[in-house]
């Protein structure tokens, strides 16, 4: 059976709005926010209110005063102060996606990079630029460059709401920095708002620092290098994009234009107020194309076609629905991803990368394909040098995120690539005849196993989280989890021995794991079976009553 990937809020119902089209009353108010971001000085003694790097970069809102003006030209001042311990002394390729943040926040950064007469590769047409693109350049410029070498900025809060902002930073190797990197950003950037940190005046010389890139034209040129673009044409499919009024958007139409791939587009042009959107499952607004919920309309209408792929705004995430089968999960989809990467291309004595909470089934086909297996906390960061020293042809994380090399095994990205992602789900039906979902119901056959994967989300306070984070083998005072004995406890990762931020608990028959969200405040549940999907609800329910146990322990 198909896994289903489903969002549940608090594992018992979902927002009644869920689903349905955004009404008129929650787009957010545009100006406000502009004046917010401009006018808004950080309290820097509230820890709300003070950057801080999370999973992905500095998120938050200017109407609360997480993400303004300041904390924008604080971050970026202070990766221009240490961007050379870090390696990079040549330009900042600089992206930024659809958020209405995002755009206002680009402007600052270029602002600051003018100022500081760092050189900035700008769009050429003066597009969008998505994640994967900035990691991508940035690794074309390095390549066979042993100084003056080039690092990336990208604004975006990836899937988050409308109102809100982000920017993260990644280095040299074109992917996300590593936690010894963002500390140093985030202490230096704080350090800055401490003593007075104000935005330089409007750089005059703006334009002087500024590199024309072609972002788009050489990122989808080489897209033959990681995907069999031929086949996909040959094979004539009939292909629904759900842009998202994302970043990538323009990136698909040049992408079906250069490879003749017959394709029909939706949401393609640019609403900062995303006004097109359907409520998540908890009746929020999020850009999270790999919920049923966000993607209802297209599940809906989309069954004429023989997939509908779509990304987040940045690009970085996948959405697939395989036409009348339904929406593929995420677990799903890249265990589906992995397999016949591994059967179909030349990737021997290389490995497969996984958070700790994605899929045991992606152990289960590396075991089938002899690779080895890098586990790894949850954070694109962990997979960036694992790609880019080629340990791994394949790096996914159950949030709809992955990557993976190309076809001659050498790096493609060291960051999130939701295009080629949905690129591969075309190529998976292309050269198979079957849809992702069927393959990765194959798959499951001929391993003899599925699993069955559940998700909750539940509203936290900031030191819930920090008490969730903490939690380790002592805090957990059962020896059974619902009618099966605990095996394992885990608490740091397999490889490197690195801390989770969380807990994972695990059975013969499956496990749970929690953790603190690194952008919202919220932890997040999860739960595998390998038995049915009534008991990974069953485990889920069962695992919320023993963390709570857990945390009210702990205080």
Same mark, same amino acid.
């Given at each position: 059976?198909?896994?289903?990937?489903?969002?549940?809020v608090?594992s018992v119902?979902?927002?009644?709005?869920?689903?349905?089209?955004?009404?008129a009353?929650d787009?957010p108010?545009?100006e406000?926010?502009?004046?917010?971001y401009?006018?808004?000085?950080?309290?820097?003694?509230?820890?709300?209110?003070?950057?801080?790097?999370?999973t992905?970069?500095?998120?938050?809102?200017?109407m609360d005063g997480?993400f303004?003006?300041?904390?924008?030209?604080?971050v970026?001042?202070?990766?221009?102060?240490?961007?050379?311990?870090f390696?990079?002394?040549?330009?900042?390729?600089?992206?930024?996606d659809t958020?209405?943040?995002?755009?206002l926040a680009?402007?600052?950064?270029?602002?600051?990079?003018?100022?500081n007469?760092?050189?900035?590769c700008?769009?050429c047409?003066?597009?969008?630029?998505?994640?994967?693109s900035?990691?991508?350049a940035?690794?074309?410029y390095?390549?066979?460059?042993s100084?003056?070498?080039?690092?990336?900025?990208?604004?975006?809060?990836?899937?988050n709401?409308p109102d809100?902002?982000?920017?993260?930073y990644?280095?040299?190797s074109?992917?996300?920095a590593?936690?010894?990197?963002?500390k140093a950003v985030?202490?230096?950037?704080?350090r800055?708002?401490e003593t007075?940190?104000t935005?330089?005046?409007?750089?005059t010389r703006?334009?002087?620092?500024?590199?024309?890139?072609?972002?788009?034209?050489l990122?989808v040129?080489?897209?033959?290098?990681?995907?069999d673009?031929?086949?996909i044409?040959?094979?004539?499919l009939h292909?629904?994009?759900?842009?998202?009024?994302g970043s990538g958007m323009?990136?698909?139409?040049?992408?079906c234009?250069?490879?003749?791939?017959?394709?029909d587009?939706?949401n393609?042009?640019?609403?900062?107020r995303?006004t097109?959107?359907?409520?998540d499952a908890?009746?929020?607004?999020?850009?999270?194309?790999?919920?049923?919920?966000?993607?209802?309309?297209?599940?809906k209408?989309?069954r004429?076609y023989?997939?509908v792929?779509?990304?987040?705004?940045?690009?970085?995430?996948?959405?697939?629905?395989?036409?009348?089968e339904?929406m593929?999960?995420?677990n799903?989809f890249?265990?589906?991803?992995a397999?016949?990467?591994?059967?179909?291309?030349?990737?021997a004595? =290389?490995?497969?990368g996984? #958070?700790? *909470?994605?899929? @045991?089934?992606l152990?289960?086909? /590396?075991?089938e394909?002899?690779a &080895?297996v890098?586990?790894?906390p949850?954070?694109?960061?962990?997979?960036?040098?694992?790609?880019?020293?080629k340990?791994?042809?394949?790096?996914?994380?159950?949030?709809?995120?992955a990557?993976?090399?190309?076809?001659?095994?050498?790096?493609w990205t060291?960051d999130?690539?939701?295009?080629?992602?949905c690129?591969?789900?075309?190529?998976?039906k292309a050269?198979?005849g079957?849809?992702?979902?069927?393959?990765?119901e194959?798959?499951c056959?001929?391993?003899?196993?599925a699993t069955? =994967?559940?998700?909750?989300d #539940?509203? *936290?306070?900031? @030191?819930?989280?920090?008490?969730? /984070?903490?939690l380790d083998?002592s &805090?957990?005072?059962?020896?059974?989890?619902?009618?099966?004995?605990i095996?394992?406890?885990?608490?740091?990762?397999?490889?490197?021995n690195l801390?989770?931020?969380g807990?994972?608990?695990?059975t013969?028959?499956?496990?749970?794991?929690?953790?603190p969200?690194g952008?919202?405040?919220?932890?997040?549940?999860y739960?595998e079976?390998?038995?049915?999907?009534?008991?990974?609800?069953?485990?889920?329910?069962?695992?919320?009553?023993?963390?709570?146990?857990?945390?009210?322990?702990?205080k």
């Amino acid at each position: 059976m198909p896994e289903r990937d489903e969002r549940i809020v608090e594992s018992v119902s979902v927002h009644p709005l869920a689903g349905q089209r955004v009404r008129a009353c929650d787009y957010p108010d545009l100006e406000q926010i502009k004046k917010a971001y401009n006018e808004t000085i950080p309290c820097i003694d509230e820890p709300a209110q003070r950057v801080s790097f999370g999973t992905s970069g500095h998120r938050g809102k200017a109407m609360d005063g997480s993400f303004t003006a300041l904390h924008v030209g604080a971050v970026v001042q202070a990766i221009c102060n240490l961007r050379q311990s870090f390696g990079a002394a040549g330009p900042v390729f600089v992206g930024a996606d659809t958020h209405y943040l995002s755009q206002l926040a680009y402007q600052t950064t270029l602002n600051v990079l003018a100022y500081n007469q760092i050189a900035a590769c700008t769009d050429c047409e003066g597009d969008f630029v998505p994640t994967p693109s900035v990691s991508r350049a940035v690794l074309r410029y390095n390549e066979n460059r042993s100084e003056k070498r080039g690092d990336g900025i990208i604004i975006t809060p990836s899937h988050n709401p409308p109102d809100c902002g982000g920017i993260k930073y990644n280095p040299v190797s074109g992917g996300p920095a590593d936690s010894t990197i963002t500390k140093a950003v985030e202490r230096e950037a704080n350090r800055l708002l401490e003593t007075g940190y104000t935005l330089p005046e409007a750089e005059t010389r703006q334009g002087e620092s500024r590199i024309p890139y072609d972002y788009k034209g050489l990122y989808v040129e080489e897209l033959s290098q990681v995907i069999d673009m031929e086949s996909i044409a040959r094979a004539d499919l009939h292909i629904l994009v759900n842009a998202l009024g994302g970043s990538g958007m323009n990136y698909w139409h040049a992408v079906c234009e250069k490879y003749h791939i017959n394709a029909d587009f939706i949401n393609d042009s640019y609403d900062p107020r995303f006004t097109f959107m359907t409520y998540d499952a908890d009746g929020k607004v999020r850009m999270d194309c790999s919920s049923p919920y966000v993607m209802a309309g297209v599940i809906k209408d989309g069954r004429s076609y023989d997939l509908v792929l779509a990304n987040d705004p940045d690009y970085d995430r996948f959405g697939v629905v395989c036409g009348p089968e339904g929406m593929i999960g995420a677990n799903a989809f890249l265990t589906a991803c992995a397999h016949y990467l591994g059967t179909h291309r030349d990737f021997a004595k =290389t490995g497969i990368g996984k #958070t700790v *909470v994605t899929t @045991e089934l992606l152990k289960v086909v /590396a075991e089938e394909l002899r690779a &080895d297996v890098y586990e790894v906390p949850v954070g694109f960061k962990y997979f960036a040098d694992l790609l880019y020293e080629k340990k791994v042809f394949f790096a996914g994380e159950e949030s709809a995120g992955a990557s993976f090399t190309k076809r001659d095994g050498s790096v493609w990205t060291t960051d999130k690539d939701g295009i080629i992602m949905c690129l591969l789900a075309a190529e998976i039906k292309a050269v198979t005849g079957l849809s992702p979902l069927s393959y990765y119901e194959k798959v499951c056959k001929q391993l003899s196993r599925a699993t069955y =994967t559940k998700r909750c989300d #539940t509203a *936290v306070s900031k @030191e819930e989280k920090i008490r969730i /984070a903490a939690l380790d083998k002592s &805090d957990i005072g059962a020896d059974k989890l619902g009618n099966a004995t605990i095996t394992d406890i885990e608490t740091r990762s397999a490889y490197e021995n690195l801390s989770i931020g969380g807990i994972k608990i695990s059975t013969a028959d499956g496990w749970i794991a929690a953790r603190p969200s690194g952008t919202e405040d919220l932890y997040k549940l999860y739960s595998e079976s390998y038995r049915s999907d009534e008991e990974a609800e069953s485990l889920l329910q069962e695992g919320k009553v023993l963390i709570d146990e857990a945390l009210r322990d702990k205080k």
